[in-house]
């Protein structure tokens, strides 16, 4: 195994966001065309993959607990994605939230062939 020092100027800038780091130590070659960092940054690039956090998962599992509640707990897979969907998604409340009439009419005629279907 040959062992050499990288001259400072030859590496990426420190500036740079860790995963784009180490893309550009990944993309460095030798003069025989091999790359120079392969397995040290391709591990470093899988590292920068794991969450640092789980935060975000146990703020999407409080949601779902919030939507799927005892008394709603016959909701279907899909209606409960759905409506997680918009509580993840839409920044204002529901409430603040206003509609033209042509979606209002919309909404309408879906909701009625949904009840005439199911009802």
């Avoid at 780091?21 to 794991?50: E, N």
């Avoid at 839409?90 to 206003?98: A, E, V």
Wanted: hydrophobic letters at 30%.
């Amino acid at each position: 195994m040959r062992l050499s020092l990288t001259p400072p100027g030859e590496l990426p800038s420190s500036t740079l966001k860790p995963e784009q780091y180490w893309i550009k130590l990944q993309k460095q070659k030798t003069l025989d065309g091999t790359r120079r960092f392969k397995y040290l940054s391709a591990l470093a690039i899988k590292l920068c993959l794991i969450p640092n956090s789980n935060a975000d998962t146990e703020r999407l599992f409080s949601k779902v607990r919030k939507i799927k509640t005892e008394g709603r707990s016959e909701l279907d897979n899909s209606t409960v994605s759905a409506l997680l969907s918009c509580k993840v998604n839409c920044r204002d409340p529901c409430d603040s939230c206003t509609f033209n009439k042509d979606t209002l009419s919309k909404a309408e005629c879906a909701t009625k062939l949904y009840n005439s279907q199911h009802i």
